[in-house]
């Protein structure tokens, strides 16, 4: 077995260390993986509720194909670099630990296959992303500098994603994956509250200043912010999902209709 530290570097952000693990295809359908037929009119909705009906696994993990727990999810970094505006930061924040991913909502989704080719776009609504980690920031907020390094907690309120996607279809042993090729973003939230510990070197005054700045122009900073922390959240959905999709082939939950015959008559035997 190998597993490998995904990194992704750019010039704006940079997201580091969640853990993809190779494992053997999934061959045999758990109970909480929803079929779905290729040929279902109603497919959108059908994969939208397959989608759902994963969360609580995903949250606890899929030790058969080594899918770590992501509730909390737990990433290595997510770097931010912005040289230019009323914000100027650079740094990152490290040892992240995410809570609140597996209340996630997954809405709308829309599902093409064309070919090999294909998309899938959806909402994610997530009511709260709780993040406790430690930080090194040095930059500018509007008004006020912003110096230091130690704990952090951000949490981030009612969050409203569109995600979309670019699909390959490949093979793999035989069987049909899904990959996720590229992936965009667009993102609303509702509200954001931090508390960044030691700031300027413990100064109470000046790290209380700023901390309350930040929350009372949490909006605006977040919105300065924006293409970061899309990019950021694409890199890191489009990494949970292929370290999924990647395992569980197709034909266990995006069936053709003679897979789909062939699951009816599974199905009777069993009843
Ligand atoms: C999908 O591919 C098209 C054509 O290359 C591109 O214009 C589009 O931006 C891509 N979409 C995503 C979500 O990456």
Redesign the pocket.
Known sequence: MFFYFFCFVSLSVGVCGYTVQDAPLLVKRPSWLKVCKKTDPKINSCINDMFLQMFPDLAKGIPEINVEHFEPLSLESVSISKGMGPIVLAGSLFDLLVAGPSNSTPVDSEFIQNGKKGNWNFGLDIPLLDIKSRYNLKGQILVLPLLGQGHCEIKLYNILTKV???LTFVEKDGRELMHID???VKFRIGGLKVKFENLFNGNKILGQTVNSFINHNGLEIVSELEESISTSLAEIFKKLLNNVFMKIPTDLWYLTDEQYKEYNKENSKNM
């Open positions: 979309s996607t670019n590229s992936m965009k």
